[in-house]
């Protein structure tokens, strides 16, 4: 089993990878937040020839391109969410088995809002690889500058 720890940050991530045992497979390096970067990573991450199980921690909206990536392609991630946990878990003590659904209802939270941020960080990259592609067609002289300009306004509105 491959164990790998992901600390994440706006546009860009820190991986690293250690096997049971403490033998580091992959020194810490960095990936950025586009296509390509998280194709990288999970290639990398399949291409390992181990089971693989990813840990990283929840930080708003930023680790959500991270986990939609490798749940994509089949990887286990685990997102820890280190305040609800407390939280959680301070809840579950104080007051039993309320506190244990109120955590639950927690985690439920979090996890729909990671959801919805996954939504727009889709959609935007779409939208702006739709933009790139016509502006190529403009660039091949495909497309006139007005045809251009239409289609640009009509993206940016749906962004």
């Not at 403490?22 to 089971?51: A, C, D, K």
């Not at 909206?61 to 685990?78: K, M, Q, R, T, W």
């Not at 007051?95 to 919805?116: E, K, P, Q, T």
Request: glycine share 10%; hydrophobic share 40%.
């Amino acid at each position: 089993m491959l164990s790998i720890g992901i600390d994440v940050s706006k546009g860009k991530s820190t991986v690293c990878g250690m096997k049971p045992g403490g033998e580091i497979v992959y020194t810490p390096f960095e990936v950025q937040h586009t296509r390509e970067g998280m194709s990288e990573l999970v290639s990398l991450l399949h291409n390992s020839g181990e089971e693989v199980r990813v840990v990283l921690e929840s930080t708003g909206s930023y680790h959500c391109p991270v986990v939609a990536a490798l749940l994509e392609n089949g990887i286990f991630v685990s997102v820890v969410n280190s305040l609800r946990m407390k939280r959680f878990c301070s809840q579950s003590i104080n007051h039993g088995i309320g506190g244990f659904f109120l955590g639950v209802i927690w985690l439920i939270v979090d996890l729909f809002m990671c959801s919805y941020a996954m939504t727009q960080v889709v959609q935007n990259q779409s939208g702006a690889d739709e933009l790139k592609k016509y502006k190529e067609l403009l660039d091949d002289g495909v497309i006139t500058e007005s045809e251009f300009l239409e289609k640009k306004e009509q993206l940016l509105k749906s962004l």
